[in-house]
């Protein structure tokens, strides 16, 4: 599918990005106006607050930003998880790796979303 199909009414929702994530596939938004790039929904722009926004396609491929290693986690999560922010294309996405070790600069692409407590995640692997 694409992203357009994903979208139901004319915003992409959290429930649109997750339902596409399950598929394999990461959406993201780019404004109509000043062309900023996000990598989760948003209702606006966070660059220029314009509500013209379209849902786009975001490669499966990126380099690591940032990672840390969760060692207190959350109830429910094991502990030593890694979480990294991903650039992909022009946007940056969240998401964990179950390859342990990864570090800034890395290549890694989307192996998968996986179903969580607490919504759907990104999942990640070294390239």
């Given at each position: 599918?694409?992203?357009?199909?994903?979208?139901?009414?004319?915003?992409?929702?959290?429930?649109?990005?997750?339902?596409?994530?399950?598929?394999?596939?990461?959406?993201?938004?780019?404004?109509?106006?000043?062309?900023?790039?996000t990598g989760a929904p948003k209702a606006a722009c966070p660059r220029c607050g314009?509500?013209?926004?379209?849902?786009?396609?975001?490669?499966?491929?990126?380099?690591?930003?940032?990672?840390?290693?969760?060692?207190?986690?959350?109830?429910?999560?094991?502990?030593?998880?890694?979480?990294?922010?991903?650039?992909?294309?022009?946007?940056?996405?969240?998401?964990?790796?179950?390859?342990?070790?990864?570090?800034?600069?890395?290549?890694?692409?989307?192996?998968?979303?996986?179903?969580?407590?607490?919504?759907?995640?990104?999942?990640?692997?070294?390239?």
């Amino acid at each position: 599918m694409t992203a357009e199909e994903y979208v139901v009414g004319d915003r992409l929702t959290y429930d649109d990005w997750q339902e596409a994530l399950l598929d394999g596939l990461l959406l993201g938004q780019e404004c109509q106006d000043c062309g900023y790039t996000t990598g989760a929904p948003k209702a606006a722009c966070p660059r220029c607050g314009s509500r013209g926004i379209d849902a786009v396609e975001l490669p499966l491929e990126g380099e690591v930003h940032s990672e840390t290693t969760i060692q207190v986690p959350p109830s429910g999560f094991e502990r030593g998880y890694q979480v990294v922010v991903v650039d992909v294309g022009d946007a940056r996405v969240t998401g964990r790796v179950d390859d342990p070790g990864v570090e800034i600069g890395d290549d890694v692409e989307l192996s998968e979303g996986r179903e969580t407590e607490s919504g759907v995640a990104a999942v990640f692997e070294r390239v």
